[in-house]
């Protein structure tokens, strides 16, 4: 039997065995990605998609969903698609058949096939949308047994499956996919994906609709002028750049134009996506002496920007808080101050 074989004998045996929760868990999903999130729908412990294992009736898989907001923000999307990335985790766990849905908290413990934690993500999505599907992977080799498995697709707006783009982020969905990506394979009656597959690869060509405020990669393009810094701040204002480059590290909304550094003081040039103005920021650049020393006095922000919960900090540390306290000021105003129209864009 094939690997593609056993898949589908697997798929087949939990749609069998669970009809009426596969479909209660569908439509939640559709619901869920069709209302953007707004609707109230919960899924009870009852609801869960779990069951004893195709060959083994010692171990119990539990299917479990969720959904990553702002998928829009980790790769380069046609206009219009509001994309949704739809979180699959399967894991495995030894316990008896008759366990109720509430104790299946602990950690997995039992390894699976990936052909069975496979089938089942094919059961549990249909097989529209689990052609498009993909298996984002931990450190275990692709093909080796274990008690856990990430899988995910991305749904548009009307909750129809799509690729992800050539450039998507994956690691910003669980942390970083040490082996890899890995498209499930698509059914020999889905022509059209079958087609794309061999001629352009798992991915989806971004070139023809991607944002000219965005590089290849799908980063920000950020105007970046140091050349009049104070020694010592370079590697904090690289570091700070660089994350500013990540769409949605501050807010979705949020797009950087510019951040030049003039002495100890950069001076960050944005945009709020919705509204044409621009905003300024004036930044204070620590040097890295400074981001190893508490200070013992209360110029808290007007040296680090923010109140730096530990010390001593790496630069990188240093921007991921600067970016994380702006988050919570853009949620609920602004940074800065709305530029001078005579002013330019930066």
Known sequence: MTEIEDVRMVAQFVSRSHPAVITRLHNHIQLLVTSRGRSDDRLGPHERLQGPASRDETIRVVVACSFHPYTDDLGTFPPETGPVFVRVRVV??????????????????????????????????????????????????????????????ILDRTAAPMLAPDNFDWSRIDGPAENGVRKLASSAGNAFLQQHLSEVGPYAA????????????????????????????????????????????????????????????????????????????????????????LPTDQTWGARYGYHPPVFPLTADQWASGLCAFWSEMVAYGRIGDVRAPWAGRG
Not at 109 to 114: C, E, M, R, S, W
Not at 261 to 288: F, R
């Open 206 to 293: 971004t070139a023809r609709y991607l944002d000219p405020r965005t590089t290849p990669d799908g980063r920000w393009r950020v105007r970046v002028d140091s050349h009049s810094a104070y020694p010592g701040t370079l590697d904090t204002f690289t570091a700070l750049a660089n994350r500013l480059r990540i769409r949605g590290v501050v807010d979705t909304r949020f797009v950087p134009i510019s951040l030049d550094l003039e002495g100890g003081t950069a001076t960050l040039v944005y945009q709020l996506t919705g509204s044409p103005a621009l905003y300024d920021a004036h930044v204070p650049i620590p040097t890295e002496p400074e981001l190893r020393v």
């Open 92 to 153: 495995g766990r030894r316990l008896p058949p008759t366990e109720p849905p509430l104790r299946t908290i602990g950690p997995p413990d039992a390894a699976i096939p990936v052909t069975e934690a496979e089938g089942w993500v094919r059961a549990a999505l249909g097989e529209w949308w689990a052609d498009y599907a993909y298996e984002y992977s931990d450190h275990r080799e692709p093909t080796a047994p274990a008690a856990w498995f990430r899988f995910g697709v």
